[in-house]
């Protein structure tokens, strides 16, 4: 086996490895956290774990934009779309197919008016483009599937009281809500802000930030010109292209 062939082979290891380790520990921290009550939980330890939960389900976006370019099983294409779907489908009942082609999109026209992602005019603020990125992606079949599966979340782990309710709206619908916005504001708000008030820009922009700031903030999504000019690299390569890219232009 070639070297190529070995480090192939090597990063679709580690992109399933992290994908079966995200996808596990979404669904126990979802069961252990909705079978306990919360309320004998100190705020600190709520805190942890809404902020477990919210990365646990960025993680899970993650995965599945990896597999939207053809990452986590590069020989097996339908697999691969198949762990998209289900990991789009867990994060928040989005359709993969869309997403997709949304994506794809995306980098076809970064921060032109025929990116998905990036709004024009220029004047609209964050919020603004907050909102357009989720309507976006978060549409009525989404909401009305996301709002059954929390309804069944209650019915199953507590039956219809208040108590339960506020136990999916805490472990459930407050970490999608933050994941989000984590989404929006590391993976493109921020790196793409002067490419849309300056539209000759070349290239998007990485966030400044250590590695293990990088991997909390956003499974380094951050380090958004390194996966733009190298969509072909997972998410965990992208470290590693950015130091090489540095030690190149280090100013």
Partial sequence: MSAGSRAASQRVTRGLGFAAAIAIAWIASLVGLLSLDFRALSVWELTVAVLLRTQLQTGLF??????????LCPRHPRWNHRIGTVMLALYAALPYNLCRANH??????TATAADPDVPFPSSLGALSWYRQFMLGYLRFPQMAALLAAWSALVLLFGGITASAALHVLLF??????????????????LPHRRQRATPHAPHPDSLDLPIGLSLLACFHFGYHREHHDHPELAWFELPEARRARRALAPT
């Fill in 62 to 71: 993650i995965i599945g934009h990896d597999a939207m370019h053809g990452l």
């Fill in 104 to 109: 794809h999109d995306h980098h076809r026209f």
């Fill in 172 to 189: 459930c619908t407050l970490p999608l809500l933050l994941s989000s916005l984590q989404l929006f504001v590391f993976g493109t708000y």
